[in-house]
């Protein structure tokens, strides 16, 4: 399964946490990373990880640093093992 989420815009040199959630499902292990719809940007997807809630819901979490000279419009893209 590959999936495309969220768009957004991050300035240089900063970091932005985000989060994922299919309902609270558990959708397996994910691969998450943020990619750069301009083509000038340098993103790092740096942390991925997931919670699960005290009514055992899951959401997946990732942060983006943009390593770049420019602000970066960016979406998340991923997908299951």
Known sequence: MVWRAGLG??????SQDWSFSWGGADMGPQLI????????????????????DAVGQLTYWARVHNQG???VQFQWRGGGF
């Open 9 to 14: 815009t991050i300035s240089p040199g900063i």
């Open 33 to 52: 990373q943020a990619e750069p719809i301009n083509s000038s940007g340098m993103l790092v997807t740096t942390q991925i990880g997931e919670s699960r």
């Open 69 to 71: 000279a420019s602000p």
